[in-house]
């Protein structure tokens, strides 16, 4: 017993970074919303710095510069310390005023991803300045130990813990009671209300970051002496630190420091365990323990679809939708085939090199650029598909091309396993575990000398078929042609099926989660499902790449799938576009290996500051043009093979309202069926008891003051909020039902804050909605006539990103319609519409009405819910107080008193005619159009 206590103090010293790394990630997410990967990287350099000082040289990370400067004689411990924590400072405050302020309005998952590239840049200066040697630094505390039991344990890692339990005390009451703490808090509450204050956002952040800063160099000068000093090593301090910060919710500074030095003690533990147990693996096992904290924290608070409100939206740029994809198909094979015939050697092996890179690229593009799942574990399954392959050849005998795409398949199973925590999480959550489960896989598999070939590799055969050798041979055969026609005709068909995948429904599918989960989910889309298929065709991609990049060096070894290698390529596939089959090519072409790698090598001799120059663009990219390089390029007019087809004027069509389908009869049973709903958000009741029913071809309005639970109670029956009672939908019943089913089954929504697919146009946003329709009519065609119906004619290919409020709206409207459901519940309509668009839209209603589609209609203008609704529900503090026709309603007392606040009309003697928010005379809305 006393052995396992004294290795969980030994872990202290590691637990203590994490903890502190952990702290200044809190530091900088309060201050600016930025979640710093670089954070680590941070600490190597204040670690490097320290560690040369006491040497006598000071680093000097510009290039072209002498790598150090002499300082005549080496420092002490605390001139050393103090300086290097100086420089740290200075390097927080150079970050956050040149990147992440310039970037303080965009998500929190693009700041993180320039981090990644801050990260890479310093990682690599470092590298490039400092060299990879092991750099010995001079231990800081006094090398004692204590007697644990049978067992010692140093102190040094006590001390280190100490400090590091100081430093949180300090900031904890920094936080809690100074005024600096308490304008902290408030800026991240609300810059505006900060600046209403008298308070500085820009100079509350930059002290932020400069503290930040200063913990972090801390952390790396106290672990310096304790672990070897090398680049990589401190890079990887940031998936347990990050663990801790997911424990502490980003805010909390205990609950970080607490999970990290658990984190850094469970780890030192665990690598007692392998020893002491044969039958556990000798790898792997500490990288186990950050990870399952994430899993176990993303199941306790992870949620299936984001809340009200807190919509993740992710800048990531636009998928162009490829069109007229077979004439620049067919070019750019020829002149790869031509590049490949007039040259040789290592110029030949680079094109090989950037075609499978590009095959790779393809899979990001699926999983992050479709599908919007930032994965930084691509190049992990691409290793997983390597391994596979030479299971599958040595050990089971599976010739090409079965053993491949079998491995290929195991890759895929391994993919979905990686995309199930994005089924409760999204957005940087999801980002953190997959780097997770990348480190996680390299040491527990690719390292394992009792699952692989150990230092010597993992040997795969030379792939042959028909007898015909397809292997890269060597020598000056060396890289052979027909494995390079190989190579290319698997990105040509990957490259194919990624465009039909674009063109496809299914695709569709996964940008318009990609841009809003929520609203996805309402247009009937299983947002589950399609992000594991999304996860599982990048990973069958990876490992088809992975497979050939086996084939390609003869042997499977860990190095070329190594997490930061898979990083780098990351930031590559991004700077060239993330979202397109064009920028999937160009980054095989850009990627480190590649043929640009090779050419700016020879020429320019600066292959050694590729990475920096990757991680600055990378940055660059992210700020200026999420889009990548790919956007930039000229387009060309390829012609377009037509073929005549028989034509229909859409004018003589059955029109405008939501299509092809006939009107409804009117019988005596409802619709729509809701019962006793109620909805409880902790303490507070935002609905209780809500009942009503909506029969065929009704209009139904619910109206209500600000807060009377309108919204909640659509959420409530389409499935978005939790509720009791029942919901029934054409007799079936729908109260357990996912968002998704309810809208298969017939339950169209729109949202109060719109909620569309920003990075779509308008166009493809209401095909997203007709792809489900129960009308058997051609989608285009459909699509087409809804969007006339509402106006959007002319607009049908703008990004709905650059509609005005009140044209958003129509889309939204737009989008229900065309999925022709039985019931539209649509929240708030005529927000952001003058009177006369607004009672032009209110026709349009009408029209759907009497198409086929029952309306329930939520909206604060009351000219237009009194002249086209045939009832209307009206709530007032969850509850439903008044039912009845718009003639009742207008001067029902209750409805008066809830909306006014006032005593009701006979207590103070008035004509109700006199109260104008809700005596509004009817008007037919068929007279005014825009």
Not at 770 to 798: F, H, N, P
């Amino acid at each position: 017993m006393t052995d396992h206590l004294a290795y969980l103090v030994l872990g202290l010293g590691n637990g203590a970074v994490y903890a502190a790394i952990g702290l200044a990630l809190v530091l900088t997410f309060k201050s600016s919303g930025v979640v710093n990967f670089a954070t680590g990287a941070v600490a190597l350099y204040a670690a490097y710095t320290y560690a040369l000082l006491r040497t006598g040289e000071l680093m000097i990370p510009i290039p072209g510069l002498p790598k150090t400067v002499d300082l005549g004689q080496p420092l002490g411990v605390f001139p050393a310390m103090a300086i290097s924590l100086a420089i740290s400072a200075v390097l927080g405050v150079l970050f956050y005023a040149l990147i992440f302020r310039p970037m303080r309005n965009a998500s929190v998952v693009a700041k993180a991803v320039a981090s990644i590239g801050l990260m890479i840049v310093l990682q690599a200066l470092i590298a490039q300045r400092a060299g990879t040697s092991i750099v010995p630094v001079e231990p800081i505390f006094d090398l004692e130990t204590i007697s644990i039991g049978s067992s010692t344990a140093p102190t040094d890692r006590i001390w280190l813990a100490a400090a590091i339990v100081v430093i949180a005390i300090a900031a904890t009451l920094m936080f809690r009671f100074s005024r600096f703490g308490v304008a902290t808090e408030a800026a991240a509450e609300s810059e505006k209300g900060a600046y209403l204050t008298g308070l500085s956002p820009d100079k509350i952040a930059f002290s932020n970051w400069a503290l930040s800063s200063v913990v972090a160099g801390l952390s790396g000068i106290l672990i310096a002496p304790l672990v070897a000093l090398n680049p990589v090593a401190y890079a990887l301090f940031i998936v347990p630190a990050l663990a801790a910060t997911l424990v502490g919710n980003f805010s909390s500074i205990w609950l970080t420091v607490v999970a990290g030095l658990a984190i850094g003690s469970l780890q030192s533990e665990t690598i007692n365990l392998q020893g002491t147990y044969d039958w556990l693996p000798k790898t792997g096992m500490s990288e186990a323990i950050p990870l399952i904290l994430i899993l176990g924290f993303l199941v306790v608070k992870g949620r299936p679809l984001p809340d009200r409100g807190t919509i993740v939206r992710q800048a990531l740029g636009r998928a162009p939708r490829p069109e007229h994809i077979l004439i620049p198909t067919v070019l750019a094979i020829a002149v790869a085939v031509v590049a490949l015939l007039v040259t040789s050697g290592s110029y030949r092996a680079a094109i090989v090199t950037s075609v499978i890179l590009a095959v790779l690229a393809l899979s990001q593009v699926v999983v992050t650029g479709y599908a919007g799942q930032v994965s930084l574990a691509q190049l992990t399954l691409a290793g997983v598909g390597a391994y596979a392959v030479s299971v599958l050849n040595v050990h089971l005998g599976i010739p090409f091309p079965y053993a491949p795409i079998i491995a290929a398949l195991f890759a895929t199973v391994i993919g979905v396993l990686v995309g199930l925590p994005a089924l409760r999480v999204r957005g940087l959550p999801l980002t953190v575990v997959t780097l997770a489960l990348a480190v996680f896989l390299e040491a527990f598999w690719f390292r394992n000398p009792s699952l692989n070939g150990g230092v010597n590799g993992a040997p795969i055969e030379t792939p042959r078929l028909f007898g015909f050798d397809l292997g890269i041979g060597a020598g000056e055969d060396y890289p052979r042609m027909a494995f390079a026609i190989m190579c290319l005709a698997v990105l040509a068909v990957v490259g194919l099926c990624v465009a039909w995948l674009r063109r496809s429904s299914l695709g569709t599918d996964m940008l318009a989660l990609r841009a809003n989960e929520r609203s996805a989910a309402a247009a009937g889309i299983n947002v589950p499902q399609t992000k594991l298929t999304a996860f599982a065709i990048g990973a069958f991609i990876a490992g088809l790449a992975g497979a050939l990049l086996g084939y390609q060096q003869t042997l499977a070894t860990p190095e070329p799938y190594a997490v930061f290698l898979g990083i780098s390529l990351f930031a590559v596939m991004y700077i060239a576009g993330i979202t397109s089959i064009t920028g999937a090519v160009l980054a095989g072409i850009m990627a480190p290996g590649g043929l640009l790698y090779l050419l700016i090598d020879r020429f320019l001799h600066i292959g050694d500051y590729y990475a920096v120059i990757s991680g600055i663009l990378l940055i660059v990219t992210v700020m200026a043009n999420p889009d990548g390089i790919a956007s930039t390029l000229p387009r060309i007019p390829w012609p377009k093979l037509r073929f005549l087809r028989p034509t229909t004027d859409t004018d003589e069509m059955p029109a405008p309202g939501v299509g092809a389908t006939t009107i409804r009869q009117s019988t005596d049973d409802p619709l729509l069926v809701v019962r006793g709903v109620g909805v409880k958000y902790g303490a507070v009741q935002a609905a209780k008891d809500v009942s009503f029913e909506i029969f065929p071809g009704e209009i139904v309005g619910l109206i209500g003051p600000n807060g009377a639970g309108k919204t909640t109670v659509i959420d409530a029956i389409t499935g978005f909020a939790p509720a009791t009672g029942s919901v029934t939908l054409n007799g079936g019943e729908l109260s357990t039902a996912a968002p998704h089913k309810r809208s298969r089954a017939g339950l169209g929504r729109s949202f109060q804050d719109v909620e569309l697919y920003d990075d779509l146009s308008v166009t493809e946003n209401v095909t997203v909605g007709a792809s489900r329709s129960r009308s058997k009519d051609d989608i285009s065609k459909r699509v087409r006539r809804v969007l006339a119906m509402v106006g959007l004619s002319e607009a049908a290919d703008t990004e709905v990103a650059t509609l005005s409020q009140g044209r958003r709206q129509l889309v939204s409207v737009a989008r229900v319609l065309a999925a022709d459901p039985v019931v539209a519940l649509l929240d708030e309509p005529a927000a952001g519409l003058d009177s006369t668009e607004s009672r032009w839209l209110g026709g349009r209603l009408r029209d759907a009405c009497d198409a086929g589609t029952s309306i329930l209609l939520v909206d604060h203008d009351m000219e237009l819910v009194l002249s086209i609704c045939d009832r209307i529900i009206v709530l007032d503090l969850g509850e439903v107080i008044a039912s009845g026709p718009p003639e009742l309603i207008r001067t029902d007392d209750n409805v008066i008193r809830a909306y006014l606040g006032v005593p009701t009309a006979e207590d103070i003697d008035i004509d109700p005619a006199a109260i104008p928010e809700l005596h509004i005379p009817k008007q037919d809305p068929q007279e005014v159009m825009p």
